[in-house]
């Protein structure tokens, strides 16, 4: 049995790089049945839900720029997704 590929995915408030996932991996999966796989990420968009009328938008927290639901105006708001980390699909033969 041999791990072929891996697909992960990442929210875009994570501050993992693409590269260096690979790298990590490169390094923990030596000598196992892991070893040689690709790393497939797909990144998830950032995206808040307004605390007043519950739309949910993308929006990138780390501009700064002020961030207003672009139906009500609110600046009340939740995160909804970005901060996610997790396996989706592991590829085996
Ligand atoms: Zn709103």
Redesign the pocket.
């Known amino acids: 049995m041999k791990v072929i590929s891996i697909s992960v995915r990442i929210g875009g408030l994570s501050d993992l790089v693409n590269e260096w996932v690979q790298r990590y991996f490169d390094h923990l999966s030596r000598g196992t049945i892991a070893e040689g796989a690709v790393i497939r990420i797909e990144r998830i968009p950032t995206t808040f839900r ?1 605390d ?4 949910v938008f993308p929006a990138d927290p780390r501009t700064r720029e002020a961030i207003l ?6 600046a009340e ?1 939740t995160l909804a997704t970005g901060r996610e980390c997790f396996v989706q699909q592991i590829e085996v033969v």
């Open positions: 307004c007043e009328c519950g739309h639901c672009p139906l009500c105006a609110s708001m």
